[in-house]
């Protein structure tokens, strides 16, 4: 059993702690937070124990760190974990700086690091990438990647979120990354508030069209909107030489009603706890495949630092309304 | 251009006469229907002349004749139509009594005659059955029917309808007999008034659940209701050693509306005129076909007695309560 | 944390074993089984110890065991277990034989007792039923159960099965129950050897279609196969006054291949385990709010026993030929 | 019964033909073709009489003309035939040049003329709109239009067909007007040869992703691909502020195989001729509206010139590479 540490005790926190704990590999032995209650509440449902991030770090009988904490801490965290030898399994994004993150590039060089880019580990896509890299369609050519959240955050949420591109399609730029099979080499964005105004008036949008485009021309288009009006929207179509693959939306149940107006099926999954529950759980079983040296990481912090920079590249097109090279 | 009469400017007529109209190879010439007023309107939108029954017979320019008169005229029309010399293309049932239409099986052996069993032609059943004879999932063994109209008729028409069996379920036995590749050697129903107490009052059932077997043991199962509550309700499943095919239903078009509640499809073609318009289309080019010699009638006589013993054995069964051999 | 204890490490047994081992309020205690390496073996994975049965009763700790042995030792573990005061959570079915289960129906009376037919807790059928109590579509009518294996079992398997009827559609039988509202009064089936003939050899059929009959005169098909050459097919249409429910296959994963040949869906989750992962999970659960006094067993003694005289009733059908009252 | 003339006996010319021929209130009375051959062929099998444009323009009997000759005659068979005083079909598009087509919009101002973007006539496409007009899903946001080709045509072709956005997409810019019920005010445009490098070598592209943007800030995506790999792919998404509404691409039965791999759906329908068939029959039809002074026309010059616009601007941005401003 490796004992590995918890730094943020928040909803995404929660979810690491559950799924740590259930490993057979793993055990979850520290809980850090600064919230006090929320660390002790957290600790009690686990069997964990309360700590300092100072005294997890000196403690040599934990293996790794889980970084949930606020992505401001993000950096300074894996730096410290990695400097006490820890192995590190770190949310997304990096940072919301890409000059600062890449400044940590160089330090975290040869860290055991995990990001957590769960959409990887979803059952669907891995099926959409596992048909692709069996050549049922042939090669890809084009990628139309769509995500929307149910219903937009407060916008105080928004305020502090980094913005659109690096808060929520930051996903999609991981996506397009692994399955596109070549690097994106310029980025156009439009974007609008629609959703909500008081979004707009913060400076930020909640309807985006993003496009990518390789070297060898190959395009990707990602539609995202902070409200579907319909659930939790999370489809990829992958269009190549033969055919194409999709992922398509999961269905809260089998069901469907048929009535006089037509025959209705099941709600989407509504929301990232409950679509990704499975992806969650491969993530930490991946990530204790990592400490126990029977894998390598499959998502390393230069992979953190692309996406970053596809989000970083698509907002400075919205702000110039041209595209951007890379 | 081939001349042919149509007997009986009903619903059914109407929809033959268009079909006939628009065959490049057939000209509608008579109709004849003892309602005047119903024969000088179709006989005015067809172009086609008013007629009585003995001038058609006896106009030696009249190739064949449509019958779509009343039930109870089916088999009189036919022998006279044969005797005359014409081509007949006569709609289900042969007659609501398997006596009397056995006793006219001699005199119209010979006859050049189109049994009207329309589903015969509808293209997704044409597409199931093309899968199966083609060995797409290996032999049939067993085969689910469901056919539930979108709402029950008047109490009425109940009445001299010969019953849900010989009425209703008639397309469903000739289906049967159509895929199974195998008599059925063995009957069993069990049949109740759920929908209307009326139609339990008049002695029919409005649901029934009809079982077939053959001889080497292949089963078969009837599902049937005079009212669905979601449109009309045609699907068959075969399954087969080494998968299933199905024929679903049609949909009025390919729209689905996502909101809160889920992803709802289009309504289902709600009745016959609409879901089996082109089956109505493509059995008249089969009747042009069969008077031009392109092709021998695939709906002989002997169907239409098949399919009316196997509705009568099922009637038997729902009276004595048990199994009736054929 | 309660005490619960296993008996019967075998493929079903290790299911039980690991869900009790997740669920929060429970302890595995014990694992009992004749085959020593096997009790052993899941102990160890599991943190339990290996006991013999008379320990496990005497023991005072335990609440509860898990009758997860063979079928003909279902009825005296239930009548020990509940002699000594335990909780029972007992596989189905309670005997192959009715006469013997409803000789040990008294003694069992007031015994704390769930039977694990855990269909009734799929997400799915659950939905499914819930639209039905929700009034969604008006009152239930009829029924379709679907249930067909992937691949026949071993023949020698099938031989000390209790046959297809109270192997495999005691399932649909208590499915039956659950869904119709009212109990079938009547019972009618037909079944072939059409997978496999050493299967009619043996004395049993592979393939099967039974119908229930209840006094109000809704009706029931259930459609089995031991082979349905797709994966594991586990359907239900519930029709009703205003239209009509259906639970439908579960596939492995959202993705769709389009090619020249069509669109193809993934491949249905090929078997029990994999299906009704979250129902044997919702089942564990169920029987932990029992043990903790917040929940009364929703199948009890009496859901066995009907189950089992309806399959009784199929096969004495299937063997007169004719319908048997029950 | 209205006389109409036909102008151009190509591929598109033999559809139109078709549908006057079959309407209650149209004949075709003359065929117009510069290849002698094929004028007289499709006289011969719709019974019209081969003519000269002259001839057609100077019969005082002929109430209008269906303009389906080569692009390049489309504008001065246009002025020509309103300038005589007929009422126009006139394919699209109005002329591979905007400039062209405008000078000609003051001649044509009064002018009876149906353009014909026949996916508005698309039942599907109808059923989408229907229910947005309806508010079904609230007020549309984004717009996805996806339209791919089955298979690229000839290089020949392309070299002459105007490109891409003129001759493909021309109907998507035309349904995107149709559908976001607000102008775009800027298009931004990426395309590649990935399916044909002569394509390339020609100078045009086969692969392309459109952005359009509306003042408000509405967003539509156009994806298109001379080569789908899996037939004829034509779908719209209509995003909205309570959900969204799809139109999927049609299939050629309802016919499904379920075997080990999954359950595979029937293929679409193929091509245009099929899929928009219906499309045809209603565009003529309303062509037939007009004629009788029941209808005005739904889809005027202006229309044609918007489109005309929308796909220049297309070309433009392809061109330079940044978004261009209508």
Redesign the interface.
């Known amino acids: 059993m490796l004992k590995i540490a918890l730094l943020g005790a928040g909803r995404i926190g929660k979810i690491h702690a559950a799924n740590a704990v ?1 490993h057979p590999d793993l055990t979850l032995s520290h809980v850090v937070d600064p919230v006090e209650a929320a660390a002790e509440a957290l600790a009690r449902e686990t069997g964990a124990a309360v700590a300092t991030l100072e005294a997890v770090l000196a403690d040599e009988s934990v293996a790794a760190v889980i970084v949930a904490s606020t992505t401001d801490t993000h950096l300074d965290y894996c730096l410290a974990a990695h400097a006490a030898g820890k192995a590190i399994f770190c949310e997304k994004p990096l940072d919301m700086d890409l000059a600062r993150a890449s400044a940590a590039a160089g330090p975290l060089a040869g860290a055991r690091l995990l990001l957590g880019f769960n959409r990887r580990f979803d ?2 896509f ?3 990438k596992a ?1 692709l890299d069996a050549g ?3 090669g890809i ?2 990628l ?1 990647i769509t995500s ?1 959240d149910p219903a937009p955050p407060p916008v105080a949420y928004v305020k502090v979120s980094g913005g659109l591109f690096k808060d929520m399609a930051i996903h999609d730029f991981d996506m397009a990354r692994w399955l596109l099979d070549e690097e994106a080499c310029e980025v ?1 964005a ?1 974007g ?4 909500d105004p008081a979004i707009g008036a913060a400076g930020d949008i909640d ?3 993003t ?1 990518l ?1 390789t070297a ?4 990707c ?1 990602i ?1 995202n ?1 902070r409200r ?4 939790y929207d999370q489809r990829i179509e992958a ?30 999954q509504n929301f990232f706890l409950e679509r990704y529950a499975a992806a969650y759980r491969a993530e930490m079983a991946h990530f204790a495949d990592i400490l126990a040296g029977r894998a390598q990481s499959s998502i390393g912090y230069a992979d953190g630092l692309a996406a970053l920079s596809l989000a970083e590249a698509a907002g400075e097109s919205l702000r110039s ?3 951007v090279k890379l």
């Open positions: 259930a059952p669907n891995q099926a959409l048909r049922a369609v042939g050519e084009t139309q929307n156009f439009w609008s508030a629609l959703v309807t985006a069209r496009l485009r060898s021309g190959k395009l288009v539609a909107s579907s009006g319909f659930g269009y190549a030489s033969a055919g194409m693959v999709r992922a398509d939306n999961v269905l809260e149940s089998s069901v469907q009603l048929w009535t006089e107006t037509g025959a209705q099926a099941d709600r989407f309304g041209k595209p």
